[in-house]
């Protein structure tokens, strides 16, 4: 279901497009397999993760299927210590031979936010800073990225497919567990014994920036607590209408 509105996707890349009848009809380790198998017309791609609620469950199937693939975090400078520590767990557990840690580079620092306050201010300009740049920067040598998102999490997130045209990075992002539901992932963690997150339990299941993120409670939205009180939903990495759906789930 394609969100409305949205630009096309660019002519020269429209080509690819063929690839995806070979994909559709994998299951979610297949299609992620296929992937990472650099056996597609995209090439190498890079796993993005916040290393947040769930994440041990793409990262899980990642490490199991390819432990050297590039699994990029964004270190905004502000996350939570918990996850800091949760991130350095996962790495070392799943054998994430291919993590990289990479933030905004000190002479943007200096000119966007040198007092480290420009969330409060302007979080969309922050997170393009600390966030959309940043990733932009990492990207540059891959053929795409891999997400962890889920169409469960909110309405904004309910039209996601697995594959993506992103308009933002210009590139192919892919989803691959966009369909799976709280219970699948739940089921995942359990049967694999995967750590959680030490936030889940006390009352964060969607964690991003410590200034960003609050209590979620019972009847919200799972991405309820972030960005608490404003219009902002998303911090410019997945914003719609920029992101292209061309797949069928
Ligand atoms: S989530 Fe908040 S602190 Fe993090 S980059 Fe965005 S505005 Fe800045």
């Known amino acids: 279901m394609p969100?409305?509105?949205?630009?096309?996707?660019?002519a020269a890349v429209s080509a690819k497009s063929a690839a995806f009848e070979a994909l559709g009809s994998l299951d979610t380790q297949a299609f992620l397999a296929r992937l990472l198998s650099q056996q597609t017309p995209f090439g190498e791609l890079a796993v993005v993760s916040s290393f947040g609620a769930e994440s041990a469950v793409l990262l899980h199937l990642v490490a199991t299927l390819n432990s050297q693939t590039r699994v990029v975090f964004l270190d905004t400078g502000f996350h939570f210590p918990e996850t800091l520590a949760y991130r350095d767990e996962l790495i070392d557990r799943f054998g994430l031979e291919?993590?990289?840690?990479?933030?905004?580079?000190?002479?943007?620092?200096?000119?966007?936010?040198?007092?480290?306050?420009?969330?409060?201010?302007?979080?969309?300009?922050?997170?393009?800073?600390?966030?959309?740049?940043?990733?932009?920067?990492?990207?540059?040598?891959?053929?795409?990225?891999?997400?962890?998102?889920?169409?469960?999490?909110?309405?904004?997130?309910?039209?996601?497919?697995r594959v993506e045209w992103d308009d933002i990075y210009a590139t192919w992002k892919f989803n691959p567990l966009a369909d799976?539901?709280?219970?699948?992932?739940?089921?995942?963690?359990?049967?694999?014994?995967?750590?959680?997150?030490?936030?889940v339990s006390e009352g964060f299941p969607s964690i991003g920036c410590e200034p960003c993120t609050s209590r979620v409670m019972g009847g919200e939205d799972i991405r309820a607590g972030r960005w608490r009180g404003q219009d902002k939903l998303e911090c410019g990495l997945h914003r719609n209408p920029n992101v292209i759906a061309v797949s069928s789930r």
């Open 3 to 10: 969100h409305s509105s949205v630009p096309a996707i660019p």
């Open 180 to 199: 799976w539901s709280a219970d699948r992932i739940a089921s995942y963690q359990a049967e694999h014994r995967l750590p959680p997150h030490p936030l």
């Open 98 to 161: 291919g993590a990289q840690i990479i933030g905004i580079d000190p002479l943007s620092e200096k000119r966007y936010d040198e007092a480290g306050t420009l969330h409060q201010r302007d979080p969309d300009r922050c997170c393009a800073v600390r966030k959309v740049q940043v990733l932009k920067r990492a990207l540059r040598p891959y053929g795409g990225w891999i997400s962890g998102q889920k169409q469960f999490h909110s309405t904004e997130r309910a039209w996601l497919e």
